[in-house]
């Protein structure tokens, strides 16, 4: 069954500094791959997706992320984070032929002015 | 836009009772899910179904039942509310597997208190 792991529960970064949040799968089969946001009191909403094709995916908000296979990985970037980034984010998993799509725990976001 | 609307943000039950939580989508989505959020625990999956009268467990349903007689509506239903069970819960709908399954698409929570 397939698994995610975000490795930081928190990660405080000052404004315009970049950023990377980690993100490590298991699966033994071909994946689907989502990262989220929250913002505060909101619900959740898509910030990029890996489906197929290039393993980099650019997302909103000017996020990226990078889909490496032999290391398991879905990393997300921002080069240079803003005081509105600040949100938890989750990282997922959906495995080929398989409609559960199941999240890690979460990465809150600290942007230090 | 996709819609999906979960009938309350708030809601506040007593130990026993019987408490149902209800979620309607508006894209003819043929997947839909239940899952809990808790501090420090992320999302977990409670159930999905993926189609009408079909349900699958996720990775907690104890303590939990659910029912989709509608495609559009997808009930999640605490038999004998518990402490235990205060939450956040989030309901998605997502398309049937065309080869790809593409994105889920999140209501806007009910924070379920069980005193």
């Known amino acids: 069954a397939q698994s995610v792991t975000q490795l930081d529960s928190q990660v405080p970064v000052f404004e315009e500094a970049p950023v990377e949040l980690r993100c490590n799968y298991s699966?033994?089969?071909?994946?689907?791959l989502f990262w989220y946001v929250q913002y505060p009191n909101q619900g959740l909403q898509l910030l990029l997706k890996?489906?197929?094709?290039?393993?980099l995916v650019k997302g909103i908000n000017g996020f990226e992320a990078e889909f490496n296979k032999s290391q398991t990985s879905f990393h997300l970037r921002k080069p240079s984070v803003h005081i509105s980034d600040t949100a938890e984010y989750f990282c997922?998993?959906?495995?080929?032929?398989?409609?559960?799509?199941?999240f890690g725990k979460g990465t809150r976001l600290h942007i230090l002015p | 836009d996709v819609k999906v609307t979960q009938s309350s943000r708030y809601l506040v039950k007593r130990t026993g009772e019987k408490v149902f939580l209800e979620c309607v989508q508006d894209?003819?989505?043929?997947?839909m899910f239940w899952y809990r959020q808790d501090p420090g625990l992320g999302l977990r999956l409670i159930y999905f179904s993926y189609d009408v009268k079909m349900k699958e467990k996720g990775d907690i349903p104890e303590g939990y039942s659910v029912s989709r007689e509608k495609k559009e509506r997808f009930s999640l239903i605490l038999e004998s509310a518990s402490t235990n069970q205060t939450s956040m819960y989030l309901c998605a709908s997502s398309p049937l597997r065309l080869g790809v399954l593409t994105e889920a698409f999140f209501g806007q929570g009910t924070r379920l208190t069980v005193v």
């Open positions: 699966s033994s089969v071909s994946v689907y």
């Open positions: 997922a998993v959906s495995e080929s032929g398989d409609d559960k799509i199941i």
């Open positions: 894209m003819d989505h043929e997947n």
């Open positions: 890996y489906l197929s094709g290039s393993t």
